[in-house]
């Protein structure tokens, strides 16, 4: 069974940094091209960051080129998302996505942005 | 605004059909392949249809998809009440160098 495990979801401050995980099992990991996608509420679905996979190749909405930086650690079968200077608008529900013939998505982490 | 365009809403009565559009362009659903969530509220999506019309295991096949040109659309046939639910397109963008969706459509089930 595919399972995509997000996590370091919480509250941070306007302006403060956060770094979410994602723990990936029933996958070739290293074969999987990832993605974060974000829900702020009672929004639709945004994309935010993609990265190849050997993790040569990055790509980032542009709202958040800059602040942000994805990684992966193939031997550690796990995907990151450091997120800098994080705005209101940074407030969603983020979801880590493993994609190759399919794709597969986990349940999400929160992130809550306030003073 | 979405990059892709659907429309916010759609209906029908059960053991109807119902038919979801999704309007791109030459650089997105023109050129890549498109993929369908369903969304019930609180959850994460849940993917349908994927590289155009393949359905996962487990996707009932009243769930089907298609795309021409620069459109792709989502037909469910024989609605029944669970799948009232927010149904997104999705798929990469050339010219933007990512992921795109549509802006979602609500479902009702009448």
């Known amino acids: 069974e595919v399972q995509l495990v997000e996590s370091g979801g919480g509250l941070v401050q306007p302006g403060g940094s956060l770094t979410l995980s994602c723990a990936a099992s029933?996958?070739?990991?290293?074969?999987?091209?990832m993605s974060w996608v974000r829900q702020a509420p009672g929004k639709g679905l945004e994309w935010v960051a993609d990265?190849?996979?050997?993790?040569?190749?990055?790509y980032y909405v542009d709202s958040v080129k800059g602040r942000f930086l994805i990684s992966r650690d193939n031997a550690e079968n796990s995907l990151y998302l450091q997120m800098n200077d994080v705005t209101g608008d940074d407030a969603a529900v983020y979801y880590c996505?493993?994609?190759?013939?399919?794709?597969?998505w986990g349940q999400g982490t929160q992130v809550t942005v306030s003073s | 605004q979405s990059v892709l365009t659907q429309p916010p809403s759609a209906s029908g009565t059960p053991g109807q059909g119902v038919t979801i559009s999704c309007s791109g362009s030459?650089?997105?659903?023109?050129?890549?392949?498109v993929y369908w969530f369903q969304q019930f509220p609180g959850t994460a999506p849940k993917l349908i249809i994927y590289?155009?019309?393949w359905r996962p295991s487990g996707v009932p096949d009243r769930f089907s998809g298609s795309k021409s040109g620069t459109s792709a659309s989502l037909a469910i046939s024989e609605l029944r009440s669970e799948d009232e639910a927010v149904y997104y397109c999705?798929?990469?963008?050339?010219?933007?160098?990512?992921?795109?969706f549509g802006g979602g459509t609500k479902l009702t089930v009448l």
């Open positions: 590289r155009n019309n």
């Open positions: 029933g996958i070739t990991f290293g074969t999987h091209y």
């Open positions: 990265i190849n996979q050997d993790g040569s190749d990055t």
């Open positions: 030459s650089s997105s659903i023109g050129s890549n392949y």
């Open positions: 996505v493993a994609s190759s013939w399919t794709e597969y």
């Open positions: 999705a798929t990469w963008d050339d010219s933007l160098s990512g992921r795109v």
